[in-house]
């Protein structure tokens, strides 16, 4: 039986090509997700790791991995000059770093410092100009930031501690450039490498006398091997509680260990899903093929039954031809996808990710997909091998019928119409619970788990419903698609009928594309929706377009970004920063001095009627840019305490201002603050107030200029200006419309393959029919029919099919995506249901193309056979 199934598999292997081919595409996914995560995680180790230098022990504190808040010694308590004094130990290295700021002139660049080394080879970032420092009043700065503050060797640069660390130490020192070094390894990626100063210089920014007062926060060391054995346990007794030394090896598994299991594999399990998505619409078209087979061969089974072959062996049969093309595929397919990641590797595309690692070949690349690859086969041949198992022997006299008229199982439609009932009774109870919890606005933080996760189970549960029943619903619909194309000619009025012989086959051929569409439109909805929402949310919640601040924001600055198109008006302000008293409460807030409320009204959206910014009036919010409360003034008075100028940042009550507030509804000028307040800029001119900076508000008309053009000129504008920052609803809209992008787009590329896969089912399945049909094509060719109407009605067949799949995918993607907008946005804001029109469209475009393509070669197989040959043939 075994040489039989060989000899029957070699004469259909036209058939099993395309269902080989989905197989091999599904499992070369599965196996470039592994391969992927692999060179993560190769680059997570050298990244980890490179902190180390070319050390090879390591001296780290085993509370930090432990989670122990306690409190670590100093260096001056640690033994650390009898650790570098250990037989064996070559040079040592006492790890600091601390983030600062390094300015020069008027270019400022935030940046990580850490202290210098004895020995070049423990030093985790490369000298590649010049020298380390060999005294405090050095610094060697990494050669793209010396780019950007425009210094070389032996120029000035002043060094300050980032208070946003909490440190407190020396002000600032000013420091001679003496050598320029790369981060080769990434150790310090996220900041763009590392200077190096001395250890004095250290202390200074830390605020410690000396580097023997600094934290003993871990140490590395060079070990001759040869005497590692003797040098490590003595060195072990030397360290303190809580802190071991281990090879580097083994530190930087515990570190990739425990990255891994905070999100690392979840990057491989995300990537899964959708390889055992393509598996799954693979499933559709080898179920497809091995059922046409299975038809075409009913003749020959019943022979094989006459001559005494068991139920089983046919069976068997089956199943072992599944697992045979499934085997191969596999095989294939995991070939395929390392070449794929071999190139893209050493390509260095994955470099402007980050990821430096290499091509690491693990067993589970070619384990588990070729497992999941033969399973899924043998799996989606099982329904075809009972069908096997039914043929008679009485059947090898009757003629091949290879369409399958048999209508779907009672059983399987009421199954799915009760999923698709309890789906909705789900998904419509939860969109009302959500509804009327937010009408009432009663506490959600109980009940919203349950709303979100009972719409998702009822989503799901209609859409396997509707995948189930699809043998009832998908033949109407092409029916009704194959009606409207046969007013194209008697072509296509074959093709209508050609398309409702097999409205199983169909069905199934449109399920896998229904499938890939649904979740690519429901994707690109969400997204859509998400955009949108977040656009009319900051509208409401800013009153000012754009706004620029900054210590140091210069005029100079302000008049180029006024330059820039799109941008109608702007309003370059003096402000001052302090504290306000409202409801007894004291609360940050900004002074911002403009010249009239006229020239204010041109830049704030509010209602500005009968306000006049005169001696002794403030312009105050109706509400808290924190609680959205209302402020309320005692007496409608607001006393302004300006911060000291010392630099402490206290208030001094002899900087306190006294105003009659005049209060409108605007939002969001100075973000940072409580209340924003607007005043005369003659108090500044008169020095009643002392400026510490100067805010830019601007009105933006995106119709002239986009929004990512404007931010991205802006930005570059407001680089010159040390410390300034720029914020409103243009910039947050451009920062997360390309988050939203980009997810969008890498979803849609997963997904991808999943409708690749569909459409290699829609060739399939005209080639199935083609073959099933030679002897009425050769009928047709015989009585006139020309090759270009033979070929127009295969195309007709692939359209009809690709294009009503496509339409209902993209109906159900839309419906989803909008219910699980509102679940997810309505808690934020008033949802927007729009869809993404562009890419649905995109989406239908690709479908008619790719089924144009995939009917030319079942169209040449057609015409290419001669009418006569063929009618002998069949």
């Known amino acids: 039986m075994w040489s039989i199934t060989i000899k029957m598999m070699k004469k259909n292997m036209k058939m099993l090509i395309p269902a080989g081919i989905a197989i091999m595409i599904g499992t070369a996914f599965i196996a470039c997700t592994f391969l992927f995560g692999n060179t993560l995680n190769d680059t997570l180790r050298t990244q980890l790791t490179a902190q180390y230098a070319q050390a090879n022990y390591i001296i780290q504190s085993t509370s930090r991995m432990s989670g122990s808040g306690s409190i670590p010694p100093t260096i001056g308590e640690v033994n650390t000059k009898q650790i570098a004094s250990t037989d064996g130990v070559k040079s040592t290295y006492i790890q600091q770093n601390l983030p600062v700021n390094a300015s020069t002139g008027d270019k400022s660049a935030t940046l990580l410092a850490i202290n210098a080394s004895s ?21 060697a700065l990494p050669s793209k930031l010396a780019d950007q503050l425009s210094v070389n060797i032996g120029d000035k640069v002043t060094l300050a501690a980032n208070y946003g660390s909490g440190i407190s130490g020396s002000d600032s020192v000013e420091l001679t450039v003496c050598g320029f070094t790369e981060d080769t390894n990434g150790a310090y990626g996220s900041y763009g490498g590392a200077a190096v100063i001395g250890d004095e210089t250290m202390a200074k920014l830390h605020g410690a006398d000396s580097e023997s007062n600094l934290m003993f926060t871990g140490m590395i060391l060079d070990i001759d091997e040869s005497k590692a054995d003797a040098a490590v346990p003595a060195i072990r007794k030397l360290l303190p509680e809580g802190y071991s030394i281990e090879t580097r090896q083994k530190a930087g598994d515990e570190a990739l260990k425990s990255l891994s299991q905070s999100g690392t594999n979840a990057v491989t399990v995300f990537l899964m899903c959708f390889g055992i998505l393509a598996m799954f619409v693979a499933a559709l078209v080898i179920a497809n093929t091995f059922q046409v087979l299975v038809a075409q061969r009913r003749r020959t089974l019943a022979l094989l039954r006459t001559i005494g072959a068991q139920k089983g062996q046919l069976y068997r049969s089956v199943i072992g031809e599944a697992a045979i093309l499934g085997l191969i595929a596999s095989a294939l397919g995991i070939a395929f996808g390392s070449a794929i990641m071999a190139i893209v590797v050493h390509s260095h595309a994955l470099a402007s990710l980050g990821m430096t690692g290499g091509l690491v070949f693990t067993w589970q690349v070619f384990v588990i997909p070729l497992v999941f690859g033969v399973v899924m086969t043998m799996l989606a041949s099982i329904g075809s091998a009972r069908s096997a198992t039914r043929v008679t022997p009485l059947e090898a006299l009757r003629p091949i019928e290879v369409s399958d008229n048999k209508r779907a199982g009672i059983a399987r439609g009421v199954i799915g119409f009760l999923l698709i009932a309890l789906g909705l009774v789900l998904t419509v109870g939860a969109v009302m619970m959500l509804r009327s919890a937010l009408t009432s606005s009663s506490d959600l933080s109980d009940g919203y788990s349950t709303m979100l996760l009972a719409a998702i189970a009822g989503c799901a549960l209609i859409f396997i419903g509707l995948v189930v029943t699809a043998a009832f619903w998908m033949p109407l619909l092409m029916r009704l698609g194959g009606a409207f194309a046969a007013l194209f000619g008697p072509a296509a009025k074959i093709a209508h009928a050609n398309i409702q012989k097999n409205p199983r086959r169909v069905a199934s051929t449109g399920v896998a594309l229904l499938i890939g569409v649904t979740l690519v439109s429901c994707i690109g909805t969400g997204a859509a929706c998400a955009k949108q929402t977040m656009n009319n949310t900051l509208d409401t919640h800013y009153s000012v377009d754009m706004i620029a601040k900054g210590s140091k924001l210069s005029k100079s600055t302000a008049d180029k970004i006024a330059k820039i198109d799109g941008v109608k008006t702007t309003l370059y302000a ?42 002794g009036k403030a312009l105050a919010p109706t509400y808290s840019a924190f609680t959205g409360k209302v402020l309320s003034f005692k007496n409608g008075q607001v006393s302004f305490t300006a911060s000291d100028d010392s630099g402490s940042g206290e208030a001094s009550s002899a900087n306190t201002l006294t105003f009659s507030v005049i209060q409108r509804d605007y939002r969001n000028v100075d973000t940072d603050v409580s209340v924003t307040l607007f005043v005369n800029e003659s108090y500044f001119r008169s020095k009643q107030v ?25 930005q570059t504008a407001i680089g010159e200006s040390a410390g300034s920052s720029l914020s409103g609803p243009i910039a947050e809209r451009v920062q997360w419309n390309q988050i939203v992008d980009t997810m969008l787009a890498l979803l849609i590329a997963l997904l991808a393959v999943a409708v690749l896969i569909a459409l290699i089912g829609v060739a399939n399945t005209l080639s199935l029919s083609v ?60 949802t927007a249901f729009i869809s993404d029109w562009k890419l649905n469209l995109i989406v239908l475009v690709v479908a008619a193309v790719a089924a144009l393509l995939a009917s030319v070669f079942p169209a040449r197989r057609a015409v290419k056979t001669p009418p006569v040959e063929a009618l002998v043939e069949a």
């Open 119 to 139: 020995d070049d080879r423990l030093l985790p970032v490369k000298m590649v100009k010049g020298h380390q420092p060999t005294g405090d009043g050095q610094i």
């Open 771 to 830: 073959i099933e049909r030679t002897r009425e094509s050769a009928t047709l060719r015989a009585i006139g029919m020309t090759r270009g109407q033979l070929r127009w009605s295969l195309a007709v067949e692939s359209l009809v099919i690709s294009l009503v799949a496509g339409i209902a995918g993209e109906i159900l993607g839309i419906a989803f995506g909008w219910v699980g907008s509102y679940m997810v946005l309505s808690l934020y804001s008033d």
């Open 574 to 615: 003096p402000i001052a920063r302090g504290s306000v008293t409202v409801g007894g409460e004291e609360r940050s807030a900004t002074l911002i001095g403009v010249p009239d409320t006229a020239t204010l009204s041109k830049v704030l959206r509010a209602d500005l009627g009968g306000v006049s910014l005169g001696e």
């Open 690 to 714: 002392q400026a510490d900076g100067h805010m830019l508000l601007a009105a933006v008309d995106t119709s002239k200029a986009s929004a990512v053009d404007i931010i991205t000129k802006a």
